[in-house]
């Protein structure tokens, strides 16, 4: 079954971009107009982060999330068969901080947001990364896509961290340098072990693994951004927090990381997936007030 499933999505990936892209706009109609998939979500979300805006500007980030939201996957499809000299033209990336970083013999962390596309991100920083590049990924359920996402973001050299066996795939890597790719903004499941802040005004938990690991490993911290220059085309920026993570109070690396994505996000609100509950654990002051960060 695998082989079909693939075959299948590899020769549609062999489609030009002019034609996959008829199909993202159709897709995004029928998920934003017909099946509306998540919209209360979106749209509470975006209400929640953007009070000052009207509902004619919401209604716009809405739309235009959707185009790239279906964007974003089809544009992973089309990674399934694209060169590496393509790839090279869709996201531009200085990563002379990396390089600085790998020269002095540190390992380092990049902790970013879920902006589209960060697919092409990943491949695409392997291709200029000096760093044996880990990637921590959240395992997909089913088999038949687990095995074709795997085989994707490893075609130009990424290797894959289960977030769900972290501890044990790290290992083999820990005394070599290496660059560990996080996506930060997640909603902490462990709501009593995290770090509690403002997040576009609103309290949200923040997980600490980040930060955490930073420190025990002594890797500098970079912070990520991912923006959309038109269809298809992506530029990133790597901005170095600090070389010294351990020198930082507790909480100081996570607060840094929160107000980036934040501000990376008010730069291009529809670039960032609105469509997972950001919020999704409510702030209670009596159990969490004393993981809040000043």
């Not at 159709?26 to 919209?39: G, H, K, M, Q, S």
């Not at 990424?158 to 340098?177: G, H, M, V």
């Amino acid at each position: 079954m695998y082989r079909i499933v693939y075959s299948a999505l590899y020769l549609v990936s062999l489609l030009p971009f002019r034609a996959l892209y008829l199909l993202s706009d159709f897709a995004a109609f029928l998920l934003y107009a017909v099946i509306r998939y998540r919209r209360d979500v979106v749209l509470s979300n975006l209400k929640t982060a953007f009070p000052e805006k009207t509902d004619k500007e919401l209604e716009a980030i809405t739309r235009e999330f959707y185009v790239n939201f279906t964007d974003n996957f089809i544009e992973t499809i089309k990674l399934l068969s694209i060169s590496e000299k393509a790839l090279r033209k869709r996201l531009s990336v200085d990563t002379s901080v990396l390089k600085q970083v790998y020269a002095k013999g540190q390992k380092v962390e990049i902790s970013l947001g879920h902006f589209f596309n960060w697919e092409i991100a990943n491949m695409a920083f392997s291709l200029n990364n000096p760093f044996d590049q880990l990637v921590v990924y959240m395992p997909i359920s089913n088999k038949i896509m687990e095995r074709m996402f795997v085989h994707l973001r490893t075609r130009f050299g990424s290797k894959l961290i289960a977030a769900s066996n972290f501890r044990r795939e790290i290992t083999p890597y820990l005394r070599k340098q290496h660059c560990l790719i996080l996506v930060a903004d997640q909603n902490a499941g462990a709501a009593e072990q995290a770090y509690w802040l403002p997040f576009f005004g609103k309290m949200a938990s923040f997980v600490t693994g980040p930060e955490k690991n930073a420190k025990m490993n002594d890797a500098a911290v970079v912070m990520g951004c991912i923006k959309r220059v038109k269809r298809g085309y992506y530029s990133a920026t790597l901005t170095l927090l600090t070389a010294e993570p351990k020198s930082m109070p507790n909480g100081a690396i996570t607060k840094a990381l929160a107000s980036h994505i934040e501000q990376c996000i008010r730069e291009q609100p529809a670039n960032y997936l609105w469509s997972h509950r950001r919020w999704k654990t409510p702030f209670d002051a009596e159990k969490h007030g004393h993981l809040v960060l000043e």
